[in-house]
């Protein structure tokens, strides 16, 4: 039975300093199932960008209401929110280039405290490169030494390590070639699939919305 993990309830949102009635988004209402790839797409300035804020829990300042679960967003703790229930992936990798593909994916376990010691988190690093694609051998090399289709494997590697019910990507195929992409997005529809995570994608690309579950459309407000 599919189960909703994400609801939400009229949501509008505007900017602090805007007019009254001037709403970047006004009355959405949609419901994110487990299991599923969601495709977010609209016309730049239709609010995605914000719409994913308010999803990850970095903006609280709107109308309506955002379950996690039965839970009401706004009474949650954000901060455990974010590094335990949902995973992000960035368009820009958002990784330590300093640091290792392993490094990167250790440190992302410690930010969200998970009890296993370090022999264990490094294992667990090394098994999620492998379901991203990546070869051991690869664990140790700098991120910067790495392609960008490659850096984003690592970047959906480390947004699993702890777990997650939802992974929310930010354009995360812009950087991307054509092979690539639909390489990273056949990992997205495997986590959906085989390991029941709902995926809410943020795009441009006509190859997302092809590839997802469902298609949501925003429009100006």
Same mark, same amino acid.
């Given at each position: 039975?599919?189960?909703?993990?994400?609801?939400?309830?009229?949501?509008?949102?505007?900017?602090?300093?805007?007019?009254?009635?001037?709403?970047?988004?006004?009355?959405?209402?949609?419901?994110?199932?487990?299991?599923?790839?969601?495709?977010?797409?609209?016309?730049?300035?239709?609010?995605?960008?914000?719409?994913?804020?308010?999803?990850?829990?970095?903006?609280?300042?709107?109308?309506?209401?955002?379950?996690?679960?039965?839970?009401?967003?706004?009474?949650?703790?954000?901060?455990?929110?974010?590094?335990?229930?949902?995973?992000?992936?960035?368009?820009?990798?958002?990784?330590?280039?300093?640091?290792?593909?392993?490094?990167?994916?250790? %440190?992302?376990?410690?930010?969200?405290?998970?009890?296993?010691?370090?022999?264990?988190?490094?294992?667990?690093?090394?098994? %999620?490169?492998?379901?991203?694609?990546?070869?051991?051998?690869?664990?140790?090399?700098?991120?910067?030494?790495?392609?960008?289709?490659?850096?984003?494997?690592?970047?959906?590697?480390?947004? %699993?390590?702890?777990?997650?019910?939802?992974?929310?990507?930010?354009?995360?195929?812009?950087?991307?070639?054509?092979?690539?992409?639909?390489?990273?997005?056949?990992?997205?529809?495997?986590?959906?699939?085989?390991?029941?995570?709902?995926?809410?994608?943020?795009?441009?690309?006509?190859?997302?919305?092809?590839?997802?579950?469902?298609?949501?459309? %925003?429009?100006?407000?």
């Amino acid at each position: 039975m599919e189960k909703t993990v994400l609801r939400l309830e009229d949501i509008s949102y505007r900017y602090k300093d805007a007019k009254e009635n001037e709403y970047v988004l006004k009355n959405i209402s949609y419901a994110f199932k487990r299991g599923k790839v969601y495709a977010i797409k609209g016309k730049s300035g239709s609010g995605k960008t914000t719409l994913l804020s308010l999803l990850s829990g970095l903006e609280d300042n709107y109308e309506g209401t955002i379950y996690y679960g039965d839970k009401d967003l706004k009474k949650m703790n954000l901060d455990e929110y974010r590094s335990n229930d949902i995973g992000i992936v960035f368009q820009s990798y958002n990784l330590l280039p300093h640091l290792t593909a392993l490094e990167n994916i250790v %440190l992302s376990m410690n930010i969200s405290r998970l009890q296993l010691n370090k022999s264990e988190k490094n294992d667990r690093a090394i098994e %999620l490169l492998k379901s991203v694609g990546l070869q051991e051998s690869q664990k140790d090399r700098r991120v910067l030494k790495l392609s960008g289709g490659e850096q984003q494997r690592i970047a959906i590697a480390r947004s %699993l390590s702890y777990n997650p019910k939802m992974i929310l990507a930010d354009e995360p195929t812009a950087n991307l070639d054509k092979e690539t992409e639909m390489e990273v997005l056949k990992i997205f529809k495997n986590l959906a699939e085989n390991e029941d995570k709902c995926i809410i994608i943020v795009t441009h690309s006509e190859r997302v919305c092809e590839q997802a579950d469902y298609v949501y459309e %925003l429009k100006k407000a």
